[in-house]
């Protein structure tokens, strides 16, 4: 690599600066700031996820105001993660050519706009908020960026590590739903969408300004795909088509893994049970995937993240099945832990995959890439499930479809453990 005597971008890797490794150990790039930056992004993504709750918890008053179609809210919401997934894949590109920081600043920027938008009322109105700016702009500046920027900094514990950061959605979603379902009750929808926009920015930016260093130099790699020196393979397989499959799995099972987040309260309405109470099993949903997730990085670090996905899928599956037994509020309650424990290892699992299999230098591409499809999968599962309620009238149809789901997804990674197992023993 050329040195150039020039002022090095704001996030371009630099040496770190720590005591060397014992003689004959490699020398670990982690540090006290790889957590200081890992803690500060699981904040950042933890205000900039708040935004879509505010329509999750008031999806009944805001279907209500805008026609009566839960459809509406729904679909609001469901753009807002499309749009943040596809976004991230351009956003990545970006953060990697000019910073992350810049990219952190201006999706917080973009996200209270979209709030802003979203608050006027009208159903072209929320999915313009939601879908362009809150997404495609907003939430896309800081996901994939992050999840790469975050792994950068980590070589021992990147599961570790990736658990954390992509707990942010989940510390949203664990922290804001009470809060809003009171903000909601006292100042409405339209006013606690303009309050929480302002007040993300106002936390977002002094935080990107200020913790957001450029990360350590990274050892050389070995190229994971490399196998002969032909054409990049993963387990026998063309490198590309196992990154395919990957991401279709986690479309699949993203579709099941959104019903209940962006339905649980108004599901529990529709039981009789109240909004509050709701508002609270959607937190205690929430929390446990985050608590868990941290346990699920652990494990992750030392099983892999594939078989790491698979015993995540194997009991999101499970935990879903519930919902359709289950109708008091004891047994949801009960049924809510155990779907947050079930899915929370499944999306760092994913990333953590692909960071095992294929080199750094194309992270900043395959990452988003697997984003788009977990977030295209979000926003399918939350429209659809709103989409099938306004046709029956009840959820027990999109459940039994987010089961369904589930068990392709099941089926796919088993393929890929099993090719994997099986190219191990062969090599």
Not at 36 to 55: E, Y
Not at 220 to 229: H, I, R, W
Not at 250 to 272: E, I, K, R, W, Y
């Amino acid at each position: 690599m050329t040195t150039h005597d020039i002022e090095p971008r704001s996030d371009e890797p630099r040496p770190l600066e720590s005591a060397a490794a014992r003689p004959g150990e490699p020398r670990s790039i982690e540090s006290r700031a790889s957590w200081v930056v890992a803690s500060v992004s699981l904040l950042l993504l933890g205000m900039s996820f708040g935004g879509p709750w505010i329509t999750a918890v008031g999806l009944k008053e805001i279907a209500a105001d805008t026609g009566g179609a839960r459809s509406v809210p729904s679909l609001a919401v469901s753009l807002a993660l499309f749009g943040g997934a596809v976004g991230g894949m351009l956003m990545g590109r970006i953060a990697n050519s000019y910073g992350i920081r810049w990219t952190v600043i201006f999706g917080a920027v973009m996200i209270a706009i979209g709030l802003f938008i979203s608050s006027l009322g009208a159903p072209w109105q929320l999915y313009l908020g939601h879908g362009l700016f809150m997404g495609a702009l907003g939430n896309a500046g800081l996901n994939a960026p992050l999840f790469v920027y975050v792994s950068r900094w980590f070589d021992r514990r990147r599961g570790s590590a990736l658990a954390l950061i992509s707990s942010g959605g989940y510390l949203a979603g664990f922290v804001w739903p009470t809060i809003f379902e009171r903000s909601i009750a006292f100042f409405g929808w339209q006013w606690t969408m303009i309050g929480f926009g302002v007040f993300q920015l106002v936390l977002i930016v002094p935080l990107a300004i200020i913790f957001l260093k450029p990360p350590p130099d990274l050892p050389a790699e070995a190229a994971p795909l490399g196998e002969g020196g032909g054409r990049p393979k993963v387990f026998g397989w063309n490198g590309n088509l196992v990154f395919a499959m990957l991401a279709f799995a986690a479309f699949l099972c993203c579709v099941t893994m959104s019903m209940p987040q962006q339905h649980l309260v108004a599901f529990c309405s529709d039981l009789g049970i109240s909004a509050t109470i709701g508002a609270t099993m959607l937190s205690v949903l929430l929390g446990m995937g985050f608590f868990s997730r941290q346990g699920w990085g652990w494990l992750s670090d030392r099983l892999g993240g594939l078989l790491t996905a698979i015993f995540s899928s194997i009991l999101q599956c499970l935990a879903m099945s519930g919902f359709l037994f289950t109708q008091d509020m004891t047994g949801l309650f009960a049924v809510s832990i155990a779907f947050g424990l079930g899915f929370s290892a499944l999306i760092p699992a994913y990333v953590l995959t692909i960071r095992e299999l294929y080199p750094l230098s194309e992270a900043h591409w395959r990452v988003p890439g697997l984003l788009l499809l977990s977030g295209s999968g979000m926003a399918t599962g939350g429209w659809l499930a709103g989409y099938m309620y306004d046709i029956y009238g009840h959820y027990g149809p999109a459940f039994i479809t987010g089961v369904a789901f589930n068990i392709a997804n099941i089926a796919l990674l088993s393929m890929l453990l099993v090719r994997q197992r099986s190219h191990s023993y062969i090599r």
